[in-house]
């Protein structure tokens, strides 16, 4: 039995487990918590998670490949941001309602002087 709406339905599914299994790692639920508040530079992530720059850029690799992020060059630095035009944007958004404040990760940067200039 099939129609027009179950391959839309089946697509849709299948875009919302992919993004559900992607915020299931902590450090990318995270990201996407603080991108909600900022933008970020790669290294202030590699600061904040004391993780390598290949590791941290993996993880916003895969969150930019299904549109959960954006990225802009800003000079010598690609600074990410939300993309609150995705079609999962909702989904975060609710999402978001029930993950703790990742502000004191941002202040943390901040009052570290670690934050980049860039932006």
Same mark, same amino acid.
């Given at each position: ?20 299994? @992607? @915020? ?5 639920? /995270? ?5 909600? /508040? ?18 941290? $850029? ?5 969150? %930019?490949?299904?549109? @959960?992020? %954006? ?9 990410? $941001? ?26 943390? @940067? ?10």
């Amino acid at each position: 039995m099939t129609n027009k709406g179950t391959s839309f339905n089946k697509a849709a599914i299948e875009e919302t487990a992919l993004v559900l299994k @992607l @915020l299931g790692d902590k450090t990318r639920l /995270s990201m996407i918590s603080m991108l909600s /508040s900022q933008d970020c530079c790669v290294c202030e992530f590699v600061d904040i998670f004391n993780m390598s720059q290949s590791a941290i $850029s993996q993880h916003l690799r895969k969150l %930019k490949d299904i549109g @959960l992020v %954006k990225e802009q060059r800003k000079g010598q630095w690609v600074v990410y $941001s939300l993309n609150r035009t995705s079609n999962c944007y909702p989904l975060i958004s609710d999402l978001l309602e029930h993950v703790p404040s990742q502000q004191a990760k941002l202040d943390w @940067l901040e009052e570290s002087g670690l934050r980049i200039t860039c932006i």
